[in-house]
């Protein structure tokens, strides 16, 4: 099983950047796919989340309106467009996945990947 985020970089406030999370070893269209964060002493936060066939999504009030979460089952990915980048989103950035087959306890993580909005 392997989550593979990349995209993240160094980006001015105001910017762009689209995380990608490749996924493989599991049976993706049966998992929700979600995104979260941890900025340094801080706790790890749920930034996005969405279904299994990608018509469900949910957003931290932080970054509604700001950040898109969307996923291609058949390229087993999930994206994370993220516009009007701020300082207060830096943080290491990572995919999780959760299984959705009643009674799985299943969950993964990646490996996470550092996202920087700094001037």
């Known amino acids: 099983v392997q989550l593979v985020e990349s995209g993240g970089g160094l980006v001015q406030p105001g910017g762009s950047l689209r995380l990608s999370c490749a996924a493989s070893g599991f049976t993706f269209s049966n998992y929700g796919m979600s995104w979260y964060r941890q900025a340094p002493g801080k706790e790890r936060e749920l930034v996005a989340q969405?279904?299994?066939?990608?018509?469900?999504?949910n957003y931290a009030d932080s970054v509604k309106g700001r950040f898109t979460i969307s996923r291609d089952n058949a390229k087993k990915a999930v994206f994370l467009q993220m516009n009007s980048l701020k300082p207060e989103d830096t943080a290491v950035y990572y995919c999780?996945?959760?299984?959705?087959?009643?009674?799985?306890?299943?969950?993964?993580w990646g490996q996470g990947t550092q996202v920087t909005v700094s001037s």
């Open positions: 999780h996945a959760r299984s959705q087959v009643l009674g799985s306890p299943l969950r993964y």
């Open positions: 969405i279904g299994t066939a990608g018509g469900s999504t």
